[in-house]
């Protein structure tokens, strides 16, 4: 338990009286009328200001450490803080005050030096590597976005910067590249905003800034065009993993995340069933294979070209491995 310190009567302070005091001994100064010193247990002493507030609460306040800061010192930091109390300010609530704005100011020089860059940074990994799409909202921010405005305070930039200088480009080739762009964005700021990086008031500059309209496509390709299409495709430019993630999803009518999540231990070749297990719902569900996929997996396909991205990630067949 804290000793309580001793209280001596008051006399006007010395560098000596100081000195010699005891750990747990205080002293006022009579001399200057609220200075007082303390030595605390560890040996130090400290000077501060004990005053009563306009409620009547006595208070007291930290002036400094003995040593760095000298009597005479002291003596003048106590008549300021007498001159304060007697102008109707309180010195301890007047010290809280400097102590948060000088937090604000820190705060905001922080703020104002935070580029674009940095928040699409760190929203990269601290939201966007854990979901299913990631990958993808990442590659676009850091081509689409950060060469154009990367450098930039992320206070500064405006919607009419935001728009002319990479939505609407954008929007002109790519409108649905441009949309999920401008959602990324968006939630970026949102992200760094709930993170205390932005203050809680700003306002997004995505806000105002409409994607491309939502067009539900009914067309399909007709018998010509698919025949024409499946003809055209092992010649294609695309590389042989594409080429063949292609030709599943339009042989078997299945998403293309599905075909690109299969492997080949949900394949049964011959029952001619594959048991999907990646799906969009998160339901799993079998599909019966007709005959043109299961010619197309059972005739010569190498087994390491689905483990690149974007592509199929097929293990090997076994049997084609004993086979060899």
């Not at 010195?91 to 604000?104: G, M, N």
């Not at 990367?150 to 910067?161: N, S």
């Not at 190498?302 to 990630?313: A, H, I, K, Y």
Request: proline share 6%.
């Amino acid at each position: 338990m804290a000793r309580k310190p001793t209280l001596k009567t008051p006399q006007p302070l010395t560098a000596a009286i100081i000195a010699y005091m005891k750990p747990g001994e205080e002293r006022g100064d009579a001399q200057c009328a609220g200075l007082r010193v303390r030595c605390l247990a560890s040996g130090q002493k400290v000077f501060f200001y004990r005053y009563r507030a306009r409620d009547g609460a006595l208070r007291e306040i930290r002036l400094g450490q003995v040593g760095p800061l000298t009597l005479a010192k002291a003596r003048d930091a106590a008549l300021r803080k007498r001159l304060e109390r007697d102008q109707g300010k309180d010195p301890q609530l007047e010290k809280r005050k400097q102590k948060v704005e000088a937090t604000r100011e820190r705060v905001a020089q922080r703020q104002a030096a935070y580029t674009l860059e940095d928040l699409v940074n760190e929203y990269i990994e601290e939201a966007l590597k854990g979901q299913k799409r990631g990958a993808e909202s990442a590659r676009i921010l850091r081509q689409d976005l950060l060469p154009v405005l990367g450098h930039r305070p992320a206070l500064q930039i405006t919607r009419r910067e935001l728009q002319d200088e990479v939505i609407r480009p954008r929007m002109a080739k790519a409108p649905r590249v441009a949309t999920q762009l401008l959602s990324r964005i968006r939630c970026a700021y949102a992200h760094a905003i709930e993170q205390g990086r932005l203050p809680d008031d700003f306002i997004s500059p995505t806000i105002g800034i409409k994607g491309a309209p939502q067009v539900r496509r009914r067309r399909a390709l007709t018998d010509a065009e698919l025949a024409t299409l499946m003809k055209w495709l092992p010649h294609s430019p695309y590389s042989r993993t594409v080429r063949e993630a292609l030709s599943l999803v339009l042989l078997t009518g299945c998403r293309s995340g599905e075909v690109i999540a299969a492997l080949w231990r949900d394949i049964d070749l011959e029952r001619g069933v594959w048991t999907i297990r990646e799906t969009k719902n998160g339901d799993g569900w079998v599909q019966r294979c007709p005959k043109s996929p299961l010619e197309y997996l059972e005739g010569g396909y190498e087994t390491d070209v689905f483990s690149r991205p974007l592509p199929v990630s097929f293990c090997a067949d076994p049997r084609r491995s004993r086979a060899r």
